[in-house]
């Protein structure tokens, strides 16, 4: 059969001419054959690949990340992203668009800063939406906006703050009063961030993600010396420890991380589970014999962790 030309696999893939051009020139992604009048033609293989990448970079995965995996490999990780969506909404009582549309309303309420207003529709949320869509749907895309306008000075460090203070408060309410108590307690999590970082809505929003999967935790909060981690690790008998990190400046730096982690290794039996997640920069390559430490970096890849992990996968 013939390939098709560029235009055509733009159609079938949804990806624009543009990116299919700088895709193949920065990372081939394919190699279309040149015809004799030096156009692109894609084979059917080529765009089946393109569809899958496109898939893989709308759940949020970098395009340099994805670029070279097999088509099997790429298959794999749509299919464990991709799962029954009725079950995943089940319990929310929003519709999609509603939640974006939510998300513009919070942040107008935030810049007019109508704090009421915003505490009773977190509160509504929190009821009336699923746990998962709470993170996805509503809490991400809203912390997203929030760096956005904070960033651009459309948004005071007063207003940065106050939104701050009404999610911590609300979230901490969804996850020790609102979500159910008989979480499964054969997996047990502590999570917590690294000495010197204050950004936990990470692992506060892992954490919501745990009670969705009925996965049992208990949240030890921002800034923990790694000694105090390790005590309470044991002393709630935990068997996976969860730790967020955050690169900025004047935060820990990668020896500290490294440090960290070592000791952590070092100071907890060997049936403990350690998982990293965030942007914190840290020498991977020091820890990559160490079956049981793993680097997770974004809450999609934590939620296929979960699901993974709970009885809901079977
Ligand atoms: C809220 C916030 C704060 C709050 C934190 C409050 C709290 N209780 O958490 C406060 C006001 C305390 C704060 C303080 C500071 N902050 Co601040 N903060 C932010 C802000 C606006 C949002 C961060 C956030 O919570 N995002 C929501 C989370 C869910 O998203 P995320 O962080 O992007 O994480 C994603 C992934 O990394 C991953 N992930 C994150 N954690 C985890 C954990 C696990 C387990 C997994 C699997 C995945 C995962 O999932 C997320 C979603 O995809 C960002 C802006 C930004 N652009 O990020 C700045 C930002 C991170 N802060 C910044 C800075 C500089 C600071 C301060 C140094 C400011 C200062 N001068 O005091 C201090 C440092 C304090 C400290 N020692 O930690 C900078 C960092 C820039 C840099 N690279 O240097 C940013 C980027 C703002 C900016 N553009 O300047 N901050």
Do not use: C
């Amino acid at each position: 059969m013939n390939g098709h030309n560029i235009q055509v696999v733009s159609k079938l893939t949804g990806i624009s001419i543009h990116t299919l051009r700088a895709w193949e020139r920065r990372y081939s992604v394919v190699t279309p054959k040149r015809l004799a009048n030096g156009r692109r033609s894609f084979s059917k293989a080529e765009v089946d690949k393109l569809k899958l990448v496109s898939e893989l970079t709308k759940l949020g995965f970098p395009i340099s990340e994805v670029a070279y995996l097999k088509e099997s490999e790429l298959k794999n990780k749509v299919d464990e992203l991709n799962f029954d969506t009725k079950k995943i909404n089940a319990g929310t009582k929003y519709t999609q668009e509603q939640m974006q549309q939510t998300v513009g309303h919070l942040i107008l309420a935030l810049e007019g800063y109508k704090l009421d207003i915003i505490s009773h529709e977190l509160s509504k949320l929190s009821r009336q939406t699923n746990a998962r869509s709470l993170v996805f749907d509503v809490l991400i895309p809203l912390l997203k906006k929030i760096s956005e306008k904070v960033h651009l000075g459309e948004l005071s460090i007063a207003q940065e703050h106050a939104i701050t203070s009404l999610l911590r408060f609300h979230l901490g309410r969804f996850i020790y009063q609102d979500t159910k108590v008989n979480l499964n307690p054969s997996k047990k999590i502590v999570f917590a961030t690294v000495e010197g970082d204050l950004h936990e809505f990470g692992i506060i929003l892992a954490s919501i993600l745990a009670a969705y999967y009925n996965i049992s935790f208990y949240m030890l909060g921002p800034n923990l010396p790694v000694l105090s981690l390790v005590e309470a690790t044991m002393a709630l008998n935990a068997d996976t420890v969860i730790i967020g990190t955050t690169d900025f400046k004047g935060g820990p730096t990668v020896q500290a991380l490294n440090e960290y982690f070592s000791t952590l290794i070092e100071s907890l039996p060997q049936e403990k589970q350690i998982i990293i997640g965030g942007t914190g920069k840290f020498d991977y390559n020091l820890f990559q014999s160490t079956a049981r430490m793993s680097y997770i970096s974004k809450l999609e890849e934590l939620d296929v962790f979960f699901r993974k992990a709970s009885s809901l996968s079977s």
